[in-house]
Nanobody
Framework: QVQLVESGGGLVQPGGSLKLSCAAS????????LSWYRQAPGKERELVAR????????YYADLMKGRFTISRDSAKNTAYLQMNNLKPEDTAVYYC?????????WGQGTQVTVSS
């Protein structure tokens, strides 16, 4: 059974940082596309960042470039999203996703709230 469990969300002030984790079980990162998405209230889910495995090639949505960093630790089967200089508009539920055709796995999400 595949499980993706996100953690690390919470309340942070504007300009602060958070590091999200996504612990995977039942699936490995090999030959997969690992992504972080987010969904704010009343908005569609949007791609934040992704990283290929193997290769480690990364992609970031324009709004996140220079502020967010995606990484993975294959030995721990855990993915990360380091978020710096957070803004109120970053408030959303953040989801971990692994695509390994034909499979598409999602975590339950972790809430990030940026507010003073």
């Amino acid at each position: 059974q595949v499980q993706l469990v996100e953690s690390g969300g919470g309340l942070v002030q504007p300009g602060g940082s958070l590091k999200l984790s996504c612990a995977a079980s039942g699936v490995t990162f090999s030959s997969s596309l690992l992504s972080w998405y987010r969904q704010a209230p009343g908005k569609e889910r949007e791609l934040v960042a992704r990283i290929t495995s193997p290769g480690g090639n990364t992609y970031y949505a324009d709004l996140m470039k220079g502020r967010f960093t995606i990484s993975r630790d294959s030995a721990k089967n855990t993915a990360y999203l380091q978020m710096n200089n957070l803004k109120p508009e970053d408030t959303a539920v953040y989801y971990c996703n692994i695509k390994r055709p034909p499979y598409d796995y999602w975590g339950q999400g972790t809430q990030v709230t940026v507010s003073s």
